[in-house]
């Protein structure tokens, strides 16, 4: 099945500095990658995906990119603030009739003022 | 508008007893998910249920079941809890189950076997 490894496990950055987050995973047939936020005692929430039939995607601060043939997908957050703070899961999906997600260990992103 | 709320947020049990975590949606989302999150694992799926009267495992089924009550609720049951099904538990939801439907997460529920 499909295995996802996720790097750093924390992360502290200074406020306004940028974050990266990077993925591998093993299925080449996985064409869904979502990155979910979960801050403490809340269940994980998406900010944001990407499929494999596009490189790169944007929403505001948030950036992901995705090399199929490297199969790595990473998050990239512009100028951090102390509401960045969490940890950040990043996932892939199998193909099939079900959103099976397979998820990272999490990374512990940490924004000091 | 709730989302996905997971009845109890906290349990203490003991080897061998029995409980069942109650998860209920109100999006009129098609599939549902039972997942289990431990320190340095991520999440990992137990049970999932693509649509109303189906459910199927995950990639850690054992030890747990679940029924599909109707398409608003999903319960997961331990039968006979462990030290090792000490965890934190969390139920969601997704509109349909094909890939790339997002997934709604409840606040989850914090088990403790002893």
């Known amino acids: 099945g499909e295995n996802v490894e996720q790097h750093p496990s924390t992360l502290s950055v200074q406020e306004g500095d940028s974050a990266v987050i990077k993925c591998t995973y093993s299925?080449?047939?996985?064409?869904?990658f979502p990155w979910y936020k979960q801050e403490l005692g809340k269940g994980p929430q998406l900010i944001i995906d990407i499929r494999s039939n596009v490189g790169e995607k944007k929403d505001q601060r948030i950036a992901v990119t995705l090399n199929k043939t490297a199969k790595h997908f990473s998050l990239h957050i512009t100028e951090t603030q102390p509401e960045d703070s969490a940890v950040y899961f990043c996932a892939a999906a199998t193909t099939g009739t079900a959103s099976k997600l397979t998820f990272g260990t999490g990374t512990r992103l940490q924004v000091t003022l | 508008n709730a989302g996905v709320t997971q009845t109890p947020k906290f349990q203490v049990l003991k080897t061998g007893q029995s409980m069942t975590l109650q998860c209920a949606q109100d999006m009129n989302h098609n599939s549902m998910y039972w997942y289990r999150q431990d320190p340095g694992m991520g999440l990992r799926l137990i049970y999932y249920?693509?649509?109303?009267?189906?459910?199927d495992k995950g990639e850690v089924p054992n030890g747990y079941n679940v029924s599909r009550l109707n398409k608003r609720e999903f319960s997961l049951r331990l039968e006979s809890a462990a030290p090792s099904q000490t965890s934190v538990y969390f139920c969601a939801s997704s509109e349909a189950g094909g890939v790339g439907s997002p997934l709604h997460f409840g606040n989850g529920t914090r088990l403790t076997v002893t």
């Open positions: 299925d080449s047939a996985s064409n869904y």
């Open positions: 249920s693509a649509s109303e009267g189906t459910t």
